[in-house]
């Protein structure tokens, strides 16, 4: 059945985002290729302000959803997972080491992809004039000064430092990134997705950081039809409601048969490697260290955003980057994927991590689960 012959929810939705965010991006997409009727608009009416906030766990955040009746859904993974629960899952793959594959992608770009994402959006000045007029279409009525035009700009290039973007670590940033453009250049010259002829759920993560910020900002932007022309199709085709399937691509519009994952793709998976594995294992160390420290740490308490830094190592260069638990939320769904697997099943997962350098990121866990509550991410 295609898309458009899917029968969705009819009821209206509202998307409170903006073309400048990466993780509305993974909404948007999501919601055009599903067929969801959605109107999308700044966070800045009164109403916004009066009944959305508070319904999202007073958290001023994009994307946020609301339903006519009233629902309101705060963060990208959720809203995606609200509605693939809905509409019976139809981008989630149903053989294991495809959607292994497809959560751990999922994972890897909408986390692991943050430091180039900020990079490439805050050190290039020629990005600032198309920043600033989205800017001003969101500020919010009385902003406190974090969110001003001027406060975003300050707090958010400070973040390229917070991320690991150092001014001396910015070789190493542009030289991973541009190897991971051909890299996925060479796997979308053969598929339209990533798994096949219809996007997964690692679509839609990987699109977030490669359209508002890699796939839209000047900079990054005109890095693509020298570098990634066929990443600049994938990202125009996860914005239409159609396959948009090229001649170049003989599949149909379903994951390849057999479960299989091409070798360009296991190329993708061995390059994000590079860098997500040694982030995540020291961000994992210093996480449970803080727990540690935190006896009083309570249940449903909220998960900030950032709980410290961590330095790794990265192709000979040292890089120091903040901590963030909510990439353990997201990977702990590839993990608990994998460990409810019938043996024979999660033998053959496990050796598709170990071929790609990636098996170890099976045991990086914290000591701590993370859950959801009001529309925040809790501890349990």
Not at 26 to 45: H, L, Q
């Amino acid at each position: 059945m295609s898309n458009l012959e899917r029968k969705v929810p009819v009821e209206p939705v509202t998307l409170y985002g903006s073309p400048l965010s990466l993780y509305t991006g993974r909404v948007r997409s999501y919601f055009i290729k599903a067929g969801i009727e959605f109107r999308e608009i700044a966070p800045i009416s009164d109403h916004y302000e009066d009944v959305v906030i508070p319904l999202a766990g007073g958290r001023r955040g994009m994307p946020t959803m609301e339903f006519a009746d009233g629902l309101v859904i705060r963060d990208s993974v959720a809203i995606v997972d609200h509605f693939e629960a809905k509409l019976g899952t139809p981008y989630t793959p149903e053989t294991p080491k495809q959607n292994t594959v497809s959560l751990l992608i999922d994972a890897i770009a909408s986390e692991g992809l943050l430091r180039p994402a900020m990079h490439y959006r805050w050190r290039y000045p020629e990005n600032e004039p198309l920043l600033r007029s989205h800017f001003e279409e969101i500020t919010p009525r009385d902003a406190p000064s974090d969110y001003t035009v001027m406060g975003r700009f300050k707090r958010l290039k400070q973040s390229c430092v917070d991320l690991g973007a150092s001014e001396e670590n910015i070789p190493l940033v542009e030289s991973l990134y541009l190897r991971l453009l051909k890299a996925l250049d060479a796997h979308f010259a053969l598929f339209p997705y990533l798994l096949g002829g219809k996007p997964s759920i690692g679509d839609f993560g990987l699109i977030a950081p490669m359209y508002a910020h890699l796939g839209r900002d000047p900079k990054p932007l005109s890095l693509m039809p020298e570098h990634g022309i066929n990443v600049l199709r994938w990202v125009e085709r996860m914005h239409r409601h159609d396959s948009n399937l090229g001649a170049t691509h003989a599949a149909s519009e379903k994951y390849l048969a057999h479960d299989e994952i091409p070798e360009t793709l296991l190329e993708v998976l061995r390059h994000f490697a590079i860098d997500f594995v040694p982030e995540t294992q020291a961000a994992r160390v210093q996480i449970n260290d803080w727990i540690q420290s935190q006896p009083m740490l309570q249940s449903g308490a909220e998960v900030k955003r950032t709980v410290g830094t961590a330095t790794f190592d990265v192709e000979g260069r040292s890089i120091t980057a903040a901590t963030q638990p909510f990439r353990f939320y997201v990977l702990k769904r590839v993990q608990d994927y994998v460990a409810t697997r019938p043996d024979a099943q999660r033998f053959d997962m496990v050796e598709l991590l170990k071929s790609v350098e990636m098996a170890s990121v099976l045991d990086m866990t914290l000591e701590r689960d993370i859950g959801r509550s009001g529309n925040l991410e809790v501890w349990l």
